[in-house]
Structures are given as C-alpha cells and as structure tokens.
C-alpha cells in the first residue's frame, strides 16, 4: 500500500483496530474448533495468515459511511467494518480455487497451501484434491464467521436492522457474479460483437467485485448510521461507479502489476484467460491474425513469459490500456458528482469517502 493509501486507511487508527477484531474472531473460533482436532489449525491458519494482509478497503468504506452518516465512532462499528473483511476472505479463497491461482498477497493460496501440506505428509489421495476440498471449506468457515461477526457487532437492533438488508443482498449478489464470471468464460467470446462482450465484462466486475468491495459495504455503513433513503441511493451510485472504477485498476495491474506490490505473478490474469475489459479494447484494436494468436494464448496457464511480454506489448499498442484509464477516470467522476448530490452528509465523512475513491482508483497493489 502506498503512504498516501495507508494514511487515508489508517484514519481512527483504522487498520489496527479492525485487525485485533480479526484476531479477536479468529481466536474465538479456533477455541470452537479445538475439540474437534488440532488439526483443523490447518484451515484456521491459512485463513489467519490471509487477513494478515490486504488493504482493508472494504473496511474503511463500511467504517467511514457510517461516520458520514453522522454515527460516531465505536467499537461496534469497526467489528461491523471488520466483519467485510472475513467476506472477502471468502471471496478469495474461493475464487482462487476457482481460477486455479497459485499465490495470494504473495502467499501460496489456501488451496495450494493445503496440497503441499498433504504431499509433504505424503498422506493418501490426491494432494490437489485434498487442497480444494479444504480451501473450500476454509473459505465457508469465512463466510460463517462473517455473519456470527456482523450480527454481534454490537450495533444496535435498530442500527442492524437498517443495515441487515444490504449485507443479505451483498452476500447474495457476489455468489451470483462469482458464477457469472464462470458462466461467461464457459461460453466463450469468439460469437461475440466488441460491444457484447464489453457489456458481459462490465457485468461481471459490477456483480463479482464493485458491489461487495466498494458499494455494499459503504452503504451497509451508512444504513446502519440511519442515512435516508435518497441519500443511500447516492451513496450506492457512488460506491458502484467507484467500485467499477476499482476492478479496472485490478484489472491493468493483473496484467502489468508489479509481483512485489501485488503479490501475483506478471501477467497472471492472462495466464488465466480473465475476459476483462482490457482484454475487450484490445481484441477490437487487432487485425484478424493477431487477434487470433492473442485469443489463443489468452488461458494458456503453461505459456512462457516470452509469449506474456508480447502480449503485454500488444495490449499497449492497441491502445487498451488507455482506453481503460479513460473508463476509470470517467466512473470515478461520476462516482463523485453523485456524492456531491447527497444532501446530509458529514464534511468530514464525504472527504475521507473522496480520498477513499481517489486512493482504491489510483494504487499500485
């Protein structure tokens, strides 16, 4: 995270508190399941040392619609905000499984974990299996966790009740977007027109990524705050459109990232075939033949990174990585113009939700 990043997030010495909420939570689970076994340690750490990580993005919008909406600060709060946290580590647990992802916040990935962890014991059956079927199970501890948190924040039956709502939906919502994006890689883009397949990928990053990680937490906030109805509905245009604006960034840096920073190979989402907007401008900008080699070695996860740097070269000189820069600074206004149309808004809350947008649409990892 960059300086002016954690600035904005340490904000209420933010970071720290929702990580001792985490560690609080994942304490307290790890003592229900010691009667189980000692090795259920196996799922409880991998989950443990991924909340380690991240920009706490998530969090901070949840923590700071709340503020804007005129909530003070509290403890209950920030367990809510941190509750977004365990979510998106469902998310990518499951999602790394899916996209059969090797490393996460430069760590192997539960799944991977796992498996090297059953081929080292050289236990029996397949150590891939093994892998998924605990990574899967990892990422639905998560998702339990997430509730039990939510409910016994401590915010007020009123203050839930408003909220409840939205964080029903957002879990809802991101089950459907995740197999959305399955859906679509499925099926394929080649019947495709430019327009049909940037309409699918613009699709996918609302449902899969800019709902939950901008626009449902905001709001799950600002709900729980008591923001009116007119104010929530501005609040959700500019969570989304600055949440779309946020996957885009994923997206350019899934393909030019620094490892270092991202904490995923150059060009892994290459290697895994991500329909993705960039990917759409750059198609559209290709003649015939070049179009075919890229769609080709586009999902070829054995490609050799010779191949991946003329690819990478060949989005630059289609002119894709501009025409997506021109999409996030064009969401990212008009996330803004719509904050600016809320009517009861703290002056401290709205900046810190500008300074928010600006950093989740700008970073480096």
Not at 58 to 85: L, P, Q, S, T
Not at 119 to 133: H, I, K
Not at 142 to 159: I, N, Q, V, Y
Not at 302 to 320: F, K, N, P, S
Request: aromatic content about 6%; proline content about 2%; hydrophobic content about 45%.
């Amino acid at each position: 995270m960059t300086t002016a990043g954690t600035e904005i997030v340490d904000l209420a010495q933010l970071r720290h508190r929702v990580q001792a909420e985490i560690d609080e939570e994942i304490a307290l689970r790890t003592s229900q399941l010691a009667p189980v076994g000692r090795d259920t340690r196996l799922l409880v750490d991998a989950i443990a040392d991924l909340l380690r990580g991240g920009k706490r993005l998530r969090a901070a919008f949840c923590y700071w619609g709340y503020r804007a909406a005129g909530g003070d600060d509290n403890e209950a709060i920030v367990r809510a905000a941190a509750a977004m946290e365990l979510f998106q580590a469902a998310a990518l647990i499951h999602d790394d499984v899916m996209d059969d992802s090797d490393t996460r916040r430069g760590l192997p990935s539960a799944h991977r974990r796992l498996a090297a962890h059953h081929a080292e014991q050289r236990w029996e059956g397949l150590s891939e299996r093994f892998g998924v079927a605990g990574a899967i199970l990892a990422g639905d501890l998560c998702l339990t966790w997430t509730d039990s948190m939510f409910a016994g924040s401590g915010l007020s039956r009123h203050e839930l009740q408003g909220a409840r709502p939205v964080f029903d939906e957002m879990r809802t919502q991101l089950m459907g977007g995740q197999f959305l994006d399955v859906l679509e890689a499925a099926r394929g883009w080649d019947h495709l027109t430019t327009e049909q397949r940037l309409r699918l990928a613009h699709r996918v990053i609302t449902y899969k990524s800019a709902k939950y990680s901008i626009e449902h937490p905001l709001v799950i906030g600002a709900a729980a705050a008591g923001a009116k109805q007119g104010d929530l509905k501005k609040l959700g245009e500019f969570g989304l459109a600055v949440g779309q604006a946020f996957q885009l960034r994923d997206d350019l840096l899934g393909v030019f990232g620094d490892p270092v920073t991202t904490g995923k190979p150059a060009g892994d989402d290459l290697r895994e075939g991500k329909h993705t907007v960039l990917v759409a401008h750059t198609l559209a900008a290709l003649d015939e033949e070049r179009a075919a080699r890229f769609a080709r070695h586009l999902g070829d996860a054995a490609v050799d990174d010779e191949t991946v740097a003329w690819m990478c070269e060949t989005i630059l000189a289609a002119g894709a990585v501009d025409a997506v820069e021109r999409d996030i600074d064009r969401l990212v206004q008009q996330g803004l113009e719509r904050l600016d149309d809320t009517a009861a808004l703290l002056d401290e809350g709205r900046q810190v939700l500008v300074e928010l947008a600006a950093y989740a649409t700008t970073r480096t990892s």
